[in-house]
């Protein structure tokens, strides 16, 4: 198994900028396929980003395409997820998840296809 825990969330002004991390223990880390998911109040959960279990491969939800980019260090166990041009509607908990089922080199869209996640970390962007 593996464990992951969300840090880098807060509260931000509109264009502004954040760098979330998620840093994992347990089970060696680059057998994990990892994503980026989001959910606000009342919504479900949105995929926002995704990546191969070697980083070669992402994927962006149209969303936050052009203002995100993800990327991994498998030997520092860790995910990161830098948001620029924040929006009010990228108001939402932020949660990483990695998939063991994954294929080399493919990312995972689907949340059901995730067997472990973080508690999450606040993300508001506001004046």
């Known amino acids: 198994q593996v464990q992951l825990v969300e840090s880098g969330g807060g509260l931000v002004q509109p264009g502004g900028s954040l760098r979330l991390s998620c840093a994992a223990s347990g089970r060696t880390f680059s057998v994990y396929a990892v994503g980026w998911f989001r959910q606000a109040p009342g919504k479900e959960p949105e995929l926002v980003a995704a990546?191969?279990?070697?980083?070669?491969?992402?994927y962006y939800a149209d969303s936050m395409k052009g203002r995100s980019l993800i990327s991994r260090a498998n030997a520092k166990n860790t995910v990161t997820l830098q948001m620029n041009s924040l929006k009010p509607e990228d108001t939402a908990v932020y949660s990483c998840a990695a998939s063991e089922t994954a294929l080399l080199g493919t990312t995972v869209r689907s949340k059901t296809e995730y067997q472990f996640w973080g508690r999450g970390t606040q993300v508001t962007v506001s004046s």
């Open positions: 990546i191969s279990r070697g980083g070669v491969n992402t």
